[in-house]
């Protein structure tokens, strides 16, 4: 079992820039795939980055160049840090923690932060 806590969410003018954290507890950090999600309003609720247990990445097309996603093992954090935001980047965002071991799917979300980028 894997609990996972966001923070670092907050309300941020038009080209401003947060950082996103995410805490897991309660299993091995680093044989998970990592990814931050975001949902608007009314909206599903997409992939923004990702990064592998080898620490690949990829991005949404929308976020490249804006966004960055690493991880720190040893202290069991994923960030997103976000630059040059936009109104359209105003969501709630989720921390998600996935692994395939023996055939079984382990799936992991955290509460949400909410980013609001507005004038």
């Known amino acids: 079992q894997v609990q996972l806590v966001e923070s670092g969410g907050g309300l941020v003018q038009p080209g401003g820039s947060l950082r996103l954290s995410c805490a897991a507890s309660?299993?091995?950090?680093?044989?998970?795939?990592l990814a931050w999600y975001r949902q608007a309003p009314g909206q599903a609720r997409d992939l923004v980055a990702v990064?592998?247990?080898?620490?690949?990445?990829n991005y949404a097309d929308s976020v490249k160049g804006r966004f960055t996603i690493s991880r720190d093992n040893a202290k069991n954090t994923v960030f997103l840090q976000m630059n040059d935001l936009k109104p359209e980047d105003t969501a709630v965002y989720y921390c998600n923690a996935k692994r395939i071991m023996i055939g079984v799917s382990y799936n992991y979300w955290g509460q949400g932060t909410q980013v609001t980028v507005s004038s």
């Open positions: 990064i592998s247990s080898g620490g690949s990445t």
């Open positions: 309660g299993s091995i950090f680093s044989p998970y795939n």
